[in-house]
Structures are given as structure tokens and as C-alpha cells.
């Protein structure tokens, strides 16, 4: 195949879009001003969670339909995926939050507490009852993005920290940055903790519902937790609070007292790219492709959006989630 592609970005959208195409033979280069994933891009503060059913409680319908593939998807690449579902509990005054987000959501069964004891023995005792969510799956973020990084070579694909004379169709993947060329594109702060807490053992993720400040605790395996994540209206992407702090380790200690002898390991913040509706899409601007808007569905919908780019580009196919040019 004669088709070249610049891909602008190397966080989970650009890594996932030059994966797929140098998988159907398209000549790819990645154009990031970093050589490696780090700090510097927001997919790498994710949570990793690949859980379409519990994101339907707020998500529309197609992030709950279309992430059920992502799974499937990251462990094609060679990327560790961890099958264990989800856990979703709440404190005893909360009650009414469990039943609201059942409603709201598919793919769960009610667990009592002796269930939920043989699921994650740490909580035996501390909750009546809780969701399960058997069939979603997580994965470590910067695990998968060195993962496919390190592969893309392998695929052909080459790299480079400016345009340079590289030609090619443009498939912009820059997130927040992209907002000079998408006025709608909004940032979405969230701010997270990783901890190490050696006496606590939980083997999948487990959101605590709050009214003022949900949860949610990723295992990362060794003792360590991911703890995330806040969602404030802002595009700020250097300071974490110290409210937003003392907030998610206020709820780390209600899910669990074993939090409060954890060692903080890291305190990171970004910024998530979404657009009005939280929707993800392309959107094509004159010659450029964008991929845009993951919200916090980054690795849960970065292998949708970059089978559609594929799908475009390959086949003349019109994605799902595409707008044509808006101005």
C-alpha cells in the first residue's frame, strides 16, 4: 500500500492509531516532541481501566457498546490485561448511591457479603453488599504504552520530534494542544495518587461511591495502588490541590483503614481532553484527520478511534464517531 501517515502525538491515541495502521501495511511515522511516553502526556496518569459497563452510568450509549472490544484489542498487541471485573461498593450511609448506579448501568450482578468476602478477602465484613462487574478488565497504562512503543519499530513505523520533510495524510492525536485547531475541545482536570500499601491485597479495581468525591483504587500489582481520579472543569495541568489530595485519601481510608500506613509514591495531574458532550470522534479539518476528545476513556476507546482511522483511511469506511469539517 502507496498510503503514507504522519501521526501527530505519541500518548495512547496516536500510539493506538499508528499501531493499527502499520498493521494493515500503511507506511506510518509518529511525530512527538518526547522520544519515550512520560509525564508529559495525560494518558500516562490513566487509571488503565478497561470497564465500558460502569462507565455507562454517566458515558453515552457508543462508550459502553464499542469499549467492550478495547480488552480484546490491548491483548492482541501483546499487552498484559488482567480479567478480574469490577468491584463498586459504597459506605453504609450511601446505600441509595449502589442501587442508583445499578440502574444506570448493565453487566453487573449484586453481591452480598459473604460473596464479596470471596472476592477480595480484605473486605470481608466492611460492606453489606456491592456490584460486580465480571466482565471488565484493567491494565497498567505505562505498561502498554512502553509496550507499543517499543513494538511500533517492528511494525515499520518510524519516529520523529518535528515535521520535518516528512510527508503524508496528517492524523493530529495531540489532546489538549489540538484546542488552536478545535475551539470546542476542552480540558477536563484530574488529579491522582499512587500508593504503597504492602498490608492490603485487592486484585481488581474497586470504586467507592460518594456523593461529594467518588473513587476509584487500580492495583498495580506489589502492593501498589493507583488512587484517582478528581474531575474539574479546567485545562490546568501542572498543580495538584492540596483538597484534591486530602480528598482521595480521605476515601481511600473510608474504603479501606490499611490506606492510612500507605506510602505515597507519586501525586500527578493533567488534563483530559473532551469535547461538550464527552464524546470521542474524528473530526476532519481541510487535509487533517484529528482524534480528539477520549475524555477519561483514553485506553478504553483509543483502539475504537484508531480501528475507525484504519477503517478511513483503508477502506473508504465512514467511522461512527466522525464529524466532517467544522469550519
Not at 488482567?82 to 453487566?107: I, K, N, P, W
Not at 473486605?123 to 504504552?145: N, S, T, V
Not at 487533517?288 to 475507525?308: C, D, Y
Request: aromatic fraction near 6%; charge should be negative.
Amino acid at each position: 500500500m502507496s498510503l503514507r501517515v504522519r501521526v501527530i502525538g505519541a500518548g495512547v491515541a496516536g500510539l493506538c492509531t499508528a499501531t493499527e495502521l502499520a498493521s494493515r501495511g500503511v507506511a506510518v511515522t509518529v511525530i512527538d516532541r518526547e522520544e519515550r511516553p512520560g509525564p508529559h502526556a495525560c494518558s500516562w496518569w490513566a487509571g488503565g481501566m478497561l470497564a465500558p459497563y460502569c462507565e455507562g452510568e454517566t458515558a453515552e450509549e457508543p462508550v459502553v457498546r464499542l469499549g467492550q472490544a478495547a480488552a480484546d484489542w490491548w491483548e492482541g498487541q501483546g499487552v498484559p490485561v488482567t480479567r478480574a471485573g469490577t468491584l463498586v461498593v459504597t459506605l453504609g450511609r450511601d446505600r441509595q448511591e449502589l442501587d442508583r448506579f445499578a440502574r444506570r448501568t448493565s453487566g453487573h450482578r449484586m453481591l452480598d457479603r459473604t460473596d464479596l468476602a470471596a472476592l477480595e478477602p480484605d473486605f470481608d465484613g466492611r460492606f453489606d453488599r456491592a456490584l460486580f462487574f465480571p466482565e471488565e478488565a484493567h491494565l497498567d497504562p505505562r505498561r502498554a504504552l512502553g509496550h507499543l512503543r517499543d513494538r511500533l519499530p517492528e511494525l515499520g513505523v518510524t519516529f520523529a520530534t518535528d515535521n520535518g520533510q516528512v510527508v503524508g495524510q496528517i492524523i493530529d492525536c495531540r489532546g489538549l494542544a489540538a484546542r488552536d485547531a478545535l475551539p470546542d475541545l476542552r480540558g477536563v482536570k484530574g488529579e491522582m495518587l499512587v500508593l504503597r500499601a504492602p498490608d492490603l491485597h485487592l486484585t481488581r479495581p474497586v470504586r467507592l461511591l460518594h456523593p461529594r468525591y467518588p473513587l476509584y483504587v487500580v492495583p498495580r500489582g506489589d502492593g501498589v495502588y493507583m488512587l484517582g481520579a478528581t474531575q474539574i472543569e479546567s485545562g490546568e495541568r501542572e498543580r495538584p490541590t492540596v483538597r484534591s489530595a486530602l480528598e482521595l485519601l480521605s476515601a481511600a481510608y473510608a474504603l479501606h483503614p490499611a490506606f492510612s500506613e500507605a506510602e505515597i509514591l507519586e501525586i500527578g495531574v493533567d488534563a483530559r481532553p473532551a469535547f461538550p458532550d464527552n464524546l470521542p470522534r474524528l473530526r476532519r479539518r481541510g487535509e487533517v484527520i484529528h482524534v480528539n476528545g477520549l475524555f477519561r476513556h483514553g485506553f478504553l476507546m483509543a483502539p475504537v478511534l484508531a480501528r475507525m482511522v484504519a477503517d478511513l483511511l483503508c477502506n473508504n469506511t465512514r467511522p461512527e464517531l466522525m464529524d466532517e469539517d467544522h469550519g
